[in-house]
């Protein structure tokens, strides 16, 4: 096991825009920690600079406190796991899962042992003298993550190793990779561009946008607290409703409804001045509590989801607002929800499906002025309540 920290880390290519803009992180020992992101957020080469496969233009890179900068792949130790599995075909199982071991002169008995005992911890055993044509997709991913583990590298280096396997297989090996992170505690670096797959498996994440770091913090942190209004928008699913809000004396008015919201939760800008307003969808709830805020909507769309039913309702919203709500937010106006005139959007509520709403019932959702989330409208900045 061995600490990482990225120094100041600057990644540019023929001197365009950095790839990777002034990155600084420290991963704990033993820590399993999520680069999540869009596509070119710069995720994937921060673990090339990880590996060693890239040289920083500028900032360090350290391991277990020594600086490895200049170190090549092969003096790192370190493992990477990746996406597309690159299994040798023509090799059976037990091949290789012990071809990396084969390579660093490591002895044949040591090299059997070891593969024995990842085929036992991955449940391979049975699958030892097959060739990789013969394995499904869930079974190929276990052989490249048994490779990586005989090597018993310092730290693991995954990149998006779950993408090619379908809905339900991810969503099973997710829990497998976290078991096998608990046995072996590992230091692990794990990316992804899906944000469930981010929560549900990382000790803590690293949200990037454009090859800036956004914000770094535990799933649930990052779900609550979100440091700015992108972070906002990429975490959580469904994804966060947005809408500009005024503020004018002690009211707040947003999407067609004016609350007064109370002593501690009013947002933190002058009388007359905007605002960016957030609530989730799960937050807007069919029950009140005695504080709660009570708004009053039409069901325009009725999605069913098994445990729980999405509502989606209109709320007036200009071209104007919308295409602000995506700049703040860097989403696509698509993204933020179908209009359904061009002076209308729809929210969404998540609620139980014991509430038989269909299109075109009216219907009172409750919010508590504690839930909502205000943002600033120039930088997307979060703000403060009180």
């Avoid at 096998?180 to 929560?199: S, W």
């Avoid at 002058?270 to 029950?287: C, F, K």
């Avoid at 409750?366 to 120039?378: I, R, T």
Wanted: charged content about 25%.
């Amino acid at each position: 096991m061995t600490s990482i920290e990225l120094d100041h880390v600057v990644m540019r290519y023929d001197g365009t825009q950095a790839a990777v803009d002034d990155v600084s992180l420290e991963i704990e020992e033993g820590e399993f920690f999520v680069l999540v992101g869009p596509s070119g957020c710069g995720k994937s080469t921060l673990l090339r600079l990880l590996a060693g496969l890239e040289r920083p233009s500028s900032g360090a890179v350290r391991m277990g406190g020594d600086d490895v900068t200049a170190l090549d792949p092969r003096r790192r130790d370190v493992a990477m796991v990746f996406q597309n599995y690159a299994i040798y075909p023509h090799m059976t199982v037990r091949a290789n899962l012990g071809y990396g071991l084969k390579v660093r002169g490591t002895g044949k008995g040591e090299i059997d042992a070891r593969v024995d005992e990842v085929a036992d911890l991955l449940g391979l055993r049975e699958l030892l003298g097959r060739r990789p044509a013969t394995l499904s997709g869930g079974q190929l991913q276990r052989v490249a993550m048994g490779r990586a583990i005989a090597r018993r590298p310092r730290a693991y280096l995954m990149d998006e190793p779950l993408s090619n396997l379908d809905a339900k297989l991810r969503v099973s090996m997710r829990a497998e990779l976290e078991q096998l992170h608990r046995r072996l505690g590992v230091t692990t670096v794990y990316v992804t561009h899906d944000q469930v797959e981010a929560m549900t498996l990382g000790s803590r994440v690293a949200v990037l946008r454009g090859g800036e770091l956004q914000q770094v913090a535990a799933p649930q942190e990052l779900y609550a607290r979100p440091a700015n209004a992108f972070v906002a928008a990429f975490i959580g699913s469904p994804a966060m409703n947005f809408a500009v809000g005024t503020v004018r004396g002690d009211t707040l008015e947003f999407g067609g409804f004016t609350l007064t919201p109370p002593a501690g939760h009013r947002p933190p800008v002058g009388d007359g001045e905007q605002v960016l307003v957030g609530i989730r969808p799960e937050d807007l709830r069919p029950e009140a509590a005695p504080d709660d805020w009570i708004l009053g909507v039409e069901c325009t769309v009725r999605q069913d989801l098994g445990a729980d039913v999405l509502i989606f309702f209109g709320v007036p919203a200009t071209r104007e607002e919308t295409a602000e709500i995506a700049r703040v937010t860097f989403t696509e106006e698509r993204a933020l929800g179908p209009a359904t005139t061009d002076e209308e959007r729809l929210l969404c509520a998540r609620v139980p499906p014991a509430h038989r709403i269909e299109p075109g019932d009216k219907l009172d959702l409750a919010v508590h002025p504690g839930s909502l989330h205000y943002f600033d409208l120039a930088g997307g900045a979060r703000l403060g309540t009180g």
